[in-house]
């Protein structure tokens, strides 16, 4: 069993920054994924980011690339997700969820098998 708590979500304008964080407990995150998906009103649940526990490889969605920059402290088994250059369309609740007994990023929210409660991220323009 795993339990993920995320936190760091609030209000921003347009082109700042937040850092979102993912604490997991309940077992050991040595060899899984940490993913981050988001869901804005009216709209499906998408895939953000993921990290690779074990050596640290990640994945971003094109919409993100290049703003957003997922990461993971082994020590505190917590993971990371920085947001600069925020955009309204940026505008969402933020989940991270773990999947278990892999070391691949995947992108579907069916591959996950934990999530945690989420946190609202709104960027005014």
């Known amino acids: 069993q795993v339990q993920l708590v995320e936190s760091g979500g609030g209000l921003v304008q347009a082109g700042g920054s937040l850092r979102l964080s993912c604490a997991a407990s309940?077992?050991?995150?040595?060899?899984?994924?940490m993913g981050w998906f988001r869901q804005a009103p009216g709209k499906e649940r998408e895939f953000v980011a993921g990290?690779?526990?074990?050596?640290?490889?990640?994945y971003y969605a094109d919409s993100v690339k290049g703003r957003f920059t997922i990461s993971r402290d082994n020590a505190k088994n917590t993971g990371y997700l920085q947001m600069n250059s925020l955009k309204p369309e940026d505008t969402a609740v933020y989940y991270c969820?773990?999947?278990?007994?892999?070391?691949?990023?995947?992108?579907?929210?069916?591959?996950?098998?934990?999530w945690g409660q989420g946190t609202q991220v709104t960027v005014s323009s």
């Open positions: 309940g077992r050991t995150f040595s060899s899984n994924v």
């Open positions: 990290i690779s526990w074990s050596d640290g490889s990640t």
């Open positions: 969820a773990a999947r278990i007994g892999s070391r691949r990023v995947r992108i579907r929210e069916a591959d996950y098998d934990y």
